[in-house]
Every structure is written in structure tokens, then in C-alpha cells.
């Protein structure tokens, strides 16, 4: 039965991964006016083993505003982009917005050090090798901005400077401020 729910959780990350590229081309992801557009399609509920320990099914973040950014330690553009993912988690942790940032460096004795040396606070989670292999095939960084269903709202395969400005727009949009605890 374990095998089974496996098989068919990397075959729903495989659908997944074909739908995201599918929108990436333009002419394709356009639709007619008469047809309804189809809802984002759904991330999987991958299971991420926390760097303090613990793990962290997405499920357990529903209701969440999602933010899954994939790097590596080796990963030039990772370098350029992590600052804006650590920005994006001290602006907007008073709202309903998570950030996982998944790493995938094959040594995780390196990971410290380099959250240490570029001053990152960052949250940090591993993913099991065949789901970081899904999650980074088109490159890293890879990352995937997620609704509180896990819709995915967008995705970004390298390092652009403008996405800032574009992830804060989605995140203002579809994000809430927390409740106050009393």
C-alpha cells in the first residue's frame, strides 16, 4: 500500500511539474474567452525533513500563503536570490505567509556555515533526494509560490531581480495579517 500511495504521489508531482511547464509557453497557456479558465493545479504534499529536526508535511501549512524556495549552497543565482527570500520572510511574517526554503546540496554540513556567511535566518528544510530531483529538474533556484491549498499561484526557475516586486504583489494579494493572539 506504502508503494502504491508513492507511486501515485510522484505521479501527481510529475503532472504537476508538465503543467507548470506548459504555462511557462505563453501561446499555450492562453485559452478562448468561452472556456472557463481550469484552477491552478495543486502542488503535492511533500514531506520536508526540518534542519533542527522533525519533519513538515505542506498540509500542515493549509490556510498558509506558501512560498517553496529550492537552492544549494553551490548555486551562484541561489546567492543573488536568497536575499530577497529572507527579506520577503522578516517583511511579511505577520501574515498568513510561510516560507520553506528547501535545500539540496548533497553535504548538509554546509548549509550552516553558509546561512552564517550571507546572514540568512531562514528556515531550512530537505526534501527526499527523488523529490528534490522533480523540484529542481528545469534548474535552481527553483521556487514555487503556493495559496493555502497548495494552488500554485507562480513559479520561478532562476534568479531575476524583478521578482521581488512581483512575489510581493502576489503575496500582498493573496496573504492576510494574523489575528492578534489574546
Not at 501561446?27 to 481550469?38: E, G, I, N, R, V
Not at 510561510?98 to 556567511?117: E, G, S, T
Not at 540568512?120 to 491549498?149: N, R
Amino acid at each position: 500500500m506504502r508503494v502504491l500511495r508513492r507511486a501515485l504521489h510522484l505521479r501527481a508531482f510529475h503532472l504537476s511539474v508538465a503543467a507548470l511547464a506548459l504555462a511557462a509557453v505563453p501561446a499555450l497557456a492562453q485559452q478562448p474567452a468561452q472556456q472557463p479558465a481550469s484552477p491552478p493545479p495543486t502542488f503535492p504534499d511533500l514531506e520536508l525533513a526540518g534542519a533542527e529536526g522533525g519533519a513538515l508535511r505542506l498540509s500542515q501549512l493549509k490556510g498558509n500563503v506558501v512560498l517553496l524556495n529550492v537552492w544549494a549552497t553551490w548555486c551562484g543565482p541561489c546567492r543573488m536570490e536568497l536575499p530577497i527570500v529572507q527579506k520577503l520572510y522578516d517583511k511579511y511574517s505577520d501574515r498568513n505567509f510561510v516560507i520553506l526554503a528547501v535545500n539540496v546540496d548533497a553535504d548538509r554540513q554546509r548549509v550552516d556555515p553558509f546561512l552564517k556567511r550571507y546572514n540568512i535566518s531562514l528556515p531550512v528544510y530537505f526534501a527526499a533526494p527523488e523529490d528534490a530531483g522533480q523540484m529542481t529538474a528545469l534548474g535552481i533556484p527553483t521556487t514555487f509560490l503556493l495559496s493555502g491549498e497548495r494552488r500554485i499561484l507562480d513559479s520561478q526557475v532562476g534568479y531575476a531581480p524583478e521578482v521581488e516586486e512581483h512575489w510581493k504583489q502576489l503575496i500582498e494579494r493573496n496573504s492576510r495579517p494574523r489575528k492578534p493572539v489574546r
